[in-house]
């Protein structure tokens, strides 16, 4: 399986994992200048920027440790972009959803780190 085919898995099973805890997806694979946001949703009336990471092993600190500095820059600036886009001036909050695979039972931990970084 390709790593496209593979992402859009696992941005569907974090779909699926964040509208069962009561968020509206108002976007998909929103692109911009500076990047790309795998899902924008609605918690109430925050607006949710998701970044969804996907690891099978931990040997390079799991799926968390790769939203570095440099990927945060780039989300921050698309978000902005987004909200210029759309006109929105509304609270906002980065979050993150950590896919990883465990290697003996090959089952799949979702892990959701809410307000992971900010502005």
């Known amino acids: 399986m390709d790593t496209t085919s593979i992402g859009n898995q696992m941005e569907a ?3 699926r994992h ?4 009561g968020l509206r997806i108002v976007e998909r694979n929103f692109r911009g200048r500076f990047g790309e946001i795998d899902l924008i ?3 109430g009336a925050t607006l949710v920027f998701i970044e969804v990471r996907f690891r099978r092993n931990r040997n390079f600190g799991g799926a968390g440790v790769s939203v570095d500095y440099r990927k945060q820059k780039k ?4 978000a902005n972009g987004y909200l210029q ?3 929105l001036d509304c609270p906002c909050r980065f979050d993150v ?3 990883e695979q465990d290697k003996i039972a ?3 931990k979702v892990d959701w ?3 992971a970084f900010g502005q």
């Open 13 to 15: 099973l974090a779909e």
């Open 18 to 21: 964040l509208t069962g805890a």
């Open 41 to 43: 949703a609605r918690d």
């Open 75 to 78: 989300l921050l600036a698309t």
């Open 85 to 87: 886009y759309r006109r």
């Open 97 to 99: 959803i950590c896919i």
């Open 106 to 108: 090959g089952s799949l």
């Open 113 to 115: 780190i809410k307000n």
